[in-house]
């Protein structure tokens, strides 16, 4: 999410940044992840955001994907009733983060957002900071409990848990980040999530069909390249920032170099220089990554 130097939605970037990867053929696409900053708007901010997000889709012909990231489970409800009456059908849910989730309070929380919510249609965020990441069990309880819960994002997934997944709860469509894509895409029906791939979508497009066609030459190839990547990233950005938006935006910032790098408060944005240097380290030594003029 672009922010102003005021902290407010810098629109017009936003609906840029949507136009612009909806042409490259990304489109499925969400808000409020934790790259899109779900865990620090307001609600003022959140509504507008989605006002936005969801005029901007459209007009490109794409259903949009609203994530919801709260400890307060009424203040997720009343998040999907807002976007519910706005005619938006998907979601994406993290567990409320301030404790982890016992086995009860896990049964509640889908109880009362799939099972609340029949007519919508959700994503599980499997991640660490949410306290509890699911298992393969969970997600096979779930599935069956809750028809309408249908895809997984994982953050991290080991071999074993891959094919848990695919094994355990094959209704639900698993989409993993790049380094886990290149396994899980030869031993399943893998979802690719772009992350750093997306400072390049053409290029994640040829990474996701390579995995469809299992084609393991091109896609160790590519992997080794995005884990490159991966590390050009982390020595630009340094120690401090440690959100993910705080990586995500530079890559919004490689495809426009308008997109602010600022976080909301408290959190810690990349700084110019991180960019700078990031951008520099794909000209000298990943130059297939920036888009050619
Ligand atoms: N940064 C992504 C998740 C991982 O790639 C997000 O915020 O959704």
């Known amino acids: ?10 629109e017009e970037l936003f609906r840029a940044s949507i136009a ?47 994530g919801l990231i709260s400890p307060s489970l009424p203040v997720v409800i009343g998040r999907i009733e807002r976007c519910v009456a706005r005619g938006i059908r998907s979601f994406q849910l993290s567990l409320p983060s301030w404790g982890a989730l016992n086995d009860v309070e896990l049964a509640t929380f889908f109880a009362q957002t799939c099972g609340r919510f029949p ?17 393969p069990d969970d997600y096979a309880t779930l599935a069956a409990a809750h028809p309408n819960l249908v895809a997984v994002k994982h953050t991290r997934a080991d071999y074993a848990t891959v094919h848990g ?33 997306s400072v390049r979508p053409q290029l994640a497009r040829e990474y996701f ?24 990233l982390r020595r630009a950005v340094g120690p401090g920032p440690h959100m993910d938006g705080a990586f995500d935006k530079i890559f919004a910032k490689v495809r426009d170099p308008r997109f602010p790098l600022a976080l909301l408060p408290p959190y810690q944005g990349a700084s110019d220089a991180a960019y700078e240097a990031f951008r520099a380290a794909l000209a000298q030594r990943h130059a297939d990554w920036l888009e050619r003029p």
Not at 29 to 58: H, I, K, N, P, W
Not at 169 to 196: C, D, K, N, Q
Request: glycine share 6%; aromatic share 10%; charged share 25%.
């Open 119 to 135: 007519e919508a249609e959700f994503l599980h965020y499997n991640l660490v900071r949410s306290g509890r990441i699911l298992t």
């Open 209 to 232: 069909d390579a995995g469809v066609a299992r084609d393991t030459d091109a896609l160790l190839a590519t992997c080794a390249q995005l884990l490159e990547l991966s590390g050009e």
């Open 1 to 10: 999410m672009p922010w102003d130097e005021s902290g407010e939605l810098a």
């Open 20 to 66: 612009d990867q909806v042409a490259q053929d990304l489109r499925h696409l969400y808000v409020f992840g934790t790259a899109g900053e779900g865990y620090a708007v307001d609600e003022r901010r959140f509504d507008q955001v989605v006002d936005v997000f969801a005029d901007e889709s459209r007009r490109h012909g794409v259903d949009p994907m609203v």
């Open 165 to 197: 997944l695919f094994a355990k709860a094959p209704a639900l469509r698993h989409f993993f980040t790049e380094a886990t894509y290149s396994y899980a895409s030869l031993v399943g029906p893998a979802a690719f999530l772009v992350s750093i791939a």
